[in-house]
């Protein structure tokens, strides 16, 4: 098993979860609102990641400075990484930096609260 984690622009979210929910055999994801930054740090880079620019002014200040985005966060068997990292990527595409990043991590155990069913069954 696998963890995928995605970190996206806000305006890209809809598309991401309609390409996920296309892929058979995986079993969903969980997705965060978060703030962070990357290495566009200019201001210009940042208002235009802003849905409402006017709260940019009384939000961020001084040197550090962050932009909302999107965190998605899927748990799948091995066979289905490359199919999720595909849709993400492609979904997930502007063209333009600051689009985002994925990463993939291993997982070594997973047990369901409710039955406790244990390993690739739960995902």
């Not at 009384?58 to 091995?78: A, L, N």
Request: aromatic share 4%; with cysteine.
């Amino acid at each position: 098993m696998k963890q995928v984690k995605a970190f996206i622009k806000n305006k890209k979210l809809q598309d991401v979860i309609s390409s996920l929910q296309k892929i058979e055999g995986l079993s969903g994801g969980s997705v965060t609102a978060i703030y962070g930054f990357g290495r566009d740090r200019d201001d210009e880079t940042i208002k235009e990641s802003w849905d409402n620019k006017e709260s940019l002014d009384k939000t961020v200040s001084g040197i550090y400075q962050s932009i909302p985005h999107k965190r998605i966060e899927i748990v799948c068997r091995d066979e289905l990484v490359e199919v999720v990292l595909e849709a993400i990527q492609k979904s997930a595409h502007t063209g333009l930096r600051g689009d985002g990043i994925i990463y993939v991590c291993p997982v070594e155990d997973a047990v369901r609260i409710s039955t406790a069913e244990r390993g690739e069954c739960v995902v």
